[in-house]
Nanobody, 127 residues
Framework: QVHLVESGGGSVQAGGSLRLSCAASGSTFSTYCMAWFRQAPGKEREGVATLDTDGETTDYADSVKGRFTISQDNTRTTLYLQMNSLKPEDTAMYYC????????????????????WGEGTLVTISS
């Protein structure tokens, strides 16, 4: 079993940057595809970014491509989401996720197949 804990959320102005962290315990990230999801009130949970078990292959939702970067530390115990050029539309609860069988698809409707979820960290972007 994997326990995921997100941190780093907060409130920033549009155009600013924020880095989210996801600390994992119980299992190494090396055996899981790691992903970041987000969910705004009234919307479905959206797959934002994924990092495959090779630690290099990434995928991003069109809405964040070029602005967000998913990565992990050398020990593969912490996952990061660097968010730049933030927009008010990025406001959401952000969740870390681990998937044991392949990577989830980015975008909406990709929550099926996710094995573990974090509790989430709130990101609020003001204009």
């Amino acid at each position: 079993q994997v326990h995921l804990v997100e941190s780093g959320g907060g409130s920033v102005q549009a155009g600013g940057s924020l880095r989210l962290s996801c600390a994992a315990s119980g299992s190494t990230f090396s055996t899981y595809c790691m992903a970041w999801f987000r969910q705004a009130p009234g919307k479905e949970r959206e797959g934002v970014a994924t990092l495959d078990t090779d630690g290099e292959t990434t995928d991003y939702a069109d809405s964040v491509k070029g602005r967000f970067t998913i990565s992990q530390d050398n020990t593969r115990t912490t996952l990061y989401l660097q968010m730049n050029s933030l927009k008010p539309e990025d406001t959401a609860m952000y969740y870390c996720a681990a998937v044991s069988f392949g990577c989830p698809e980015v975008g909406y409707g990709s929550t099926t197949g996710v094995d573990y979820w974090g509790e989430g960290t709130l990101v609020t972007i003001s204009s």
